[in-house]
């Protein structure tokens, strides 16, 4: 999990460095994203991706359908 510090480090690095910011979008899902930021010194979790709010989260019909059931949703992540 990111501390507020982390978060404004990787929102610097972002802005300045144009390679890690090129690898970090071009993450096809939550789980690249995280191990990109993992390679770069971060220690990110899928809920600190979602905190940046450059995350989004789509889902299909029968994945509402499951959350408002109760059952388990396996969620894909897109970092934009």
């Known amino acids: 999990?990111?501390?507020p510090e982390d978060f404004q480090s990787l929102r610097t690095r972002y802005?300045?460095?144009a390679?890690?910011?090129?690898?970090l979008d071009s993450a096809a899902s939550a789980e690249?994203?995280?191990?990109?930021?993992?390679e770069s010194g971060f220690d990110a979790?899928?809920?600190?991706?979602?905190?940046?709010?450059?995350a989004h989260v789509?889902?299909?019909l029968e994945m509402i359908d499951q959350v408002s059931g109760g059952g388990y949703v396996d969620f894909n992540f897109t970092v934009n």
């Open 1 to 3: 999990t990111m501390t």
């Open 15 to 17: 802005g300045t460095d």
């Open 19 to 23: 390679e890690f910011r090129d690898r």
């Open 32 to 38: 690249a994203a995280i191990k990109v930021l993992g």
């Open 45 to 54: 979790t899928a809920s600190d991706l979602a905190q940046l709010g450059g």
């Open 58 to 60: 789509e889902l299909a």
